[in-house]
């Protein structure tokens, strides 16, 4: 039987935060839908009427019993919390006592439920602005629950007016069942619109099976999951699940798809997208930003959910520890480990020709405390075209592209340390603008003026030392951009080039240098480093699995 529905003490009232805001269709939505998650619900059906300015959500959770029913829409009323210490243990989506009185107010509320742990009937009741009943009568139906509103703002047809268009209140409910979806997927949502389906989304195991149904461009295999036990400096259990879209696969034009969860719920922190951003620093091309879903469960004790009445905002106790945890678990993703490689991860036009099957495998890894992934084997066995180094490992063959996979390498290693020595023989430079001149002392040269518009500079990147394009580079080095972009550009430059003819020691010394990377998948201009052709998409290809002497005719 559910716990009963009891008001709060004033105390506890005047430490909530303002009421739940009902300020559009989206605001219903986003009520609702939380009350029925909390309720057990993994079926979930929406239906809204916009023009009529009605929702309905239909839920086959543990229901409420008539008592229940009869205080669920007073304000300040809830079975969720009830003492002061629980405002600091929250583990519900909603726990105020105000968003059906919130409802209430605004529109005309019903409310359809039958307890699960009651065998003998329903009960559907009407309440009035203040969350008195104005209707009571049984009603046939399945454990659960159905509540609609009716003529929403109605009584405030200021407010309806100042609402944004059906369109963009569509839009915005949409995220709230896309966010909801990707944070609880083991849920069924049927989605109705004007009574003509609108969404539906299918449960999965993991938000790596969810993922695909929202974005339709981006396919399983393109996705990395890793869930991820963490122990909190209180000693406690926590846990940060992550899916993440591969950078040599899949990524967007806008900054629209990278989310980050608390304990069920999506919200707003500018801080850890931040450093997403940053562990996927020179991944990704050049205008692109990756495709993420973060969702942490946290202790309650770290937790401050009453920062804004939606609850998107939250304030979170060691921010720094979960930013380190964060980098940490997307560098392991990156990771060329048989953990973190799918044997069917082929680049997506290889598997169309090879007509390969998606693997529905999940990947876990371990507690924090773990040791470190261990690498996938690689050995080089040959070169295609001077270009491509050819290597094989335990479940098929990688073609890896030489000049990348080494720029790759250098990077990081500039990163690492930039080094900058000193030249016996002093680089003069001629023709350079005072914008030039000063982006070469921004990124620590030892420049100073030799003559009429001509430059000597004393002090380079140890990389570009013995080379004789060393002027070239660093005119080119000049043109501006960050210490960053000056080590990528330095990276690029002294990286082996295409075309030139490697030993099989030197490529298997390239391929083991480059499989340690931070981020092997991609070059720091966020171009794919390796194709993948598995041996279970090639033994399909080449038919292997036929009987010979059926395919003879036999």
């Not at 002061?84 to 105020?96: E, N, P």
């Not at 009407?126 to 929403?152: F, H, R, W």
Request: hydrophobic content about 40%; overall charge neutral; charged content about 20%.
């Amino acid at each position: 039987m559910s716990p009963p529905i009891q008001l709060l003490s004033p105390e506890i009232i005047n430490l909530i935060a303002a009421g739940e805001v009902i300020d559009s269709l989206a605001a219903v939505v986003r009520e609702l839908v939380e009350n029925a998650i909390d309720a057990g619900a993994t079926r979930l059906t929406l239906s809204v009427f916009p023009e009529l300015w009605q929702v309905t959500v239909a839920d086959n959770g543990k229901g409420m019993s008539l008592e229940n029913l009869c205080h669920c829409a007073k304000a300040h009323h809830t079975s969720k919390i009830s003492d002061l210490d629980d405002l600091w243990k929250i583990t519900s989506l909603g726990f105020r006592g105000e968003a059906l009185f919130s409802i209430a107010q605004v529109g005309q509320l019903s409310i359809k439920s039958r307890d699960a742990t009651d065998n003998t009937v329903g009960w559907c009741l009407e309440y009035n602005q203040q969350g008195d009943i104005i209707k009571q009568e049984t009603s046939p139906m399945a454990p659960g629950t159905i509540v609609t509103a009716s003529n929403l703002f109605g009584s405030i047809p200021v407010r309806r007016q100042g609402l944004p268009a059906f369109s963009q209140q569509l839009k915005a409910i949409q995220g709230i069942i896309e966010n909801m979806s990707l944070c609880h997927p083991q849920i069924t949502w049927q989605v109705h619109h004007n009574q003509k389906s609108w969404l539906t989304i299918s449960p999965g195991k993991t938000p790596q099976q969810i993922l695909p149904q929202l974005l339709k461009s981006v396919h399983f295999q393109d996705l990395q999951f890793l869930c991820e036990t963490i122990t909190t400096a209180r000693d406690e259990q926590a846990k940060i699940e992550m899916v993440l879209g591969l950078p040599d696969r899949c990524h967007r034009g806008r900054l629209d798809w990278l989310k980050i969860a608390v304990n069920g719920r999506v919200v707003r922190s500018p801080q850890l997208e931040q450093t997403v951003l940053a562990a996927l620093s020179r991944t990704l091309p050049k205008g692109r930003f990756p495709v993420g879903f973060f969702h942490f469960t946290i202790p309650p004790s770290e937790i401050d959910w009453n920062r804004h009445p939606a609850k998107t905002e939250i304030y979170l106790q060691s921010l720094e520890f979960w930013q380190e945890k964060v980098t940490e678990i997307i560098e392991k993703a990156l990771k060329l480990s048989p953990l973190t490689i799918t044997t069917t991860g082929e680049n997506q036009r290889v598997k169309k020709l090879l007509k390969a099957s998606e693997n529905k495998g999940i990947y876990q890894v371990g507690s924090s405390h773990s040791t470190e992934l261990e690498l996938i084997q690689l050995r080089a066995v040959g070169q295609v075209n001077k270009t491509y180094i050819v290597a094989e490992h335990s479940q098929g063959l990688w073609l890896v592209e030489q000049h990348i996979a080494h720029e790759r390498v250098l990077y990081e290693q500039l990163q690492d340390e930039w080094q900058l020595i000193t030249v016996e023989q002093a680089i003069i430079l001629t023709e350079l603008s005072t914008k030039q001149v000063e982006q070469l002392q921004r990124i620590g040269l030892e420049i100073e003026p030799f003559g009429d518009k001509t430059w000597v500079v004393r002090t380079v990147p140890k990389l570009l030392e013995n080379r004789e394009d060393c002027g070239d580079a660093l005119v080119e080095l000049s043109l501006g951009g960050d210490l960053e972009t000056a080590q990528v550009a330095v990276a690029c430059r002294s990286a082996i080039r295409n075309g030139t003819l490697l030993e099989l020691s030197q490529m298997q010394n390239l391929l083991d240098t480059w499989k340690k990377t931070r981020h092997p998948r991609t070059c720091p201009h966020g171009r794919p480093i390796y194709l993948s052709l598995e041996e279970s998409s090639l033994s399909r290809f080449f038919r292997r699995h036929w009987v010979i002497g059926k395919s003879h005719g036999i």
